[in-house]
């Protein structure tokens, strides 16, 4: 029984790995981040300004290496910009980078930040999960068979 709940949990490791990949890969697509660089920096940005931004900021490493990183067994990204600032995955906005940790992905707890939102993806999926354990309890209720047989017993008692 312990082999079979390893095997399975083996599995189920391997396929959240294989789909963070595909959507990881799906988001890392150059149209994508030409979007983003656009967006971050000035919709009117020619394509070597977008490579630049892009260089600057880690996103033209090559994707196993991005990925690693992304989830945290690799050592996140320190980079000198071209405008002198020096930039790093683990930095928190806005300082230097003194005392950051090496590694900061997902196994970290370290979600990463939305551009979208302006805010850190872990207190975004945090706010938006939290009315869910009230959405499945009562859902659990409703669909319960003692639930379920007094709802059928009560349409029975009304049929003419």
């Known amino acids: 029984m312990l082999l079979f709940i390893l095997r399975r949990f ?14 990881f890969f799906m988001t890392n697509l150059y149209p994508n ?18 490579a630049s931004f892009l260089d ?3 996103y033209l490493d090559p994707l196993p290496i991005k990925y690693g990183r992304w989830l945290g067994v690799l050592p996140g990204y320190v980079i000198q910009g071209s405008d002198g600032k020096t930039r790093g995955q683990c930095f928190e ?6 005392g950051a940790p090496r590694f900061c ?8 930040f939305s551009t979208v ?4 993806v872990g207190s975004i999926v945090a706010t938006r999960l939290s009315p869910s354990p009230i959405s499945t309890s009562t859902i659990s209720i409703l669909e319960s068979p ?6 059928w017993l009560l349409k ?3 049929v003419l």
């Not at 939102?117 to 850190?120: A, G, H, L, R």
């Open 93 to 98: 906005r806005g300082t230097d980078g003194k």
């Open 56 to 58: 600057n900021r880690g």
């Open 33 to 50: 981040l030409e979007k983003l660089a656009k967006s971050e920096g000035n919709f009117r940005m020619d394509d070597a300004a977008v």
């Open 10 to 23: 083996a599995v189920m490791v391997f396929t959240a790995l294989c789909l963070t990949f595909i959507v």
């Open 105 to 112: 992905g997902v196994l970290q707890g370290n979600w990463g």
């Open 156 to 158: 029975g008692s009304f």
């Open 146 to 151: 003692s639930v379920t047989s007094i709802v």
């Open 117 to 120: 939102f302006k805010d850190d």
